[in-house]
């Protein structure tokens, strides 16, 4: 569920090299610019609750321009489509296309676009 980083030639759902577990990037001061500006929304959107911590969740949520991108780690295969995540992707996917945009998820080989839940198919 990693994404790539071509700045320093590392592949998707590879680590990173400078990336130590339990104390994070080892060149924090001099990382480049793709790793300056990637903000997780786990960490960024104060609205995704505590089970969308990627270490917990296998999922990783991200925004590129009017993409909202949802990275599966492959071990985890269908986690996404387990409650709470696929009635928060559907809720996600109505937000990001009420303003133009689109929700992605990736694992492994497959991609997918999210859609929301059409209204007739919510129950009261």
Same mark, same amino acid.
């Given at each position: =569920? ?5 700045? !320093? ?10 990336? /130590? ?15 300056? +500006? $990637?903000?997780? !929304?786990?960490?960024?959107? +104060?609205?995704? *609750?505590?089970?969308? @911590?990627? /270490? ?10 009017? @993409?909202?991108?949802? !990275?599966? +780690?492959? /071990? ?5 489509? /387990? ?8 809720? =996600? ?5 009420? +303003?133009?945009?689109? !929700?992605?998820? $990736?694992?492994?080989? =497959?991609?997918?676009?999210? *859609? ?6 919510? *129950?009261?």
């Amino acid at each position: =569920m990693l994404p790539d980083i071509e700045a !320093l030639q590392k592949p998707a759902d590879r680590p990173c090299p400078h990336c /130590s577990l339990g104390t994070g990037c080892n060149a924090y001061e001099t990382r480049p610019q793709p790793c300056r +500006d $990637f903000l997780c !929304l786990w960490v960024s959107d +104060d609205q995704l *609750r505590s089970e969308w @911590q990627p /270490s917990r969740s296998g999922m990783l949520v991200y925004r590129q321009g009017a @993409q909202l991108t949802v !990275l599966v +780690d492959p /071990s985890r295969r269908g986690i996404w489509q /387990s409650e709470p995540y696929a009635a928060d992707l559907a809720r =996600m996917a109505e937000t990001v296309e009420a +303003d133009g945009g689109y !929700l992605i998820l $990736f694992c492994g080989e =497959m991609v997918e676009r999210i *859609r929301p839940i059409p209204a007739a198919a919510v *129950r009261t």
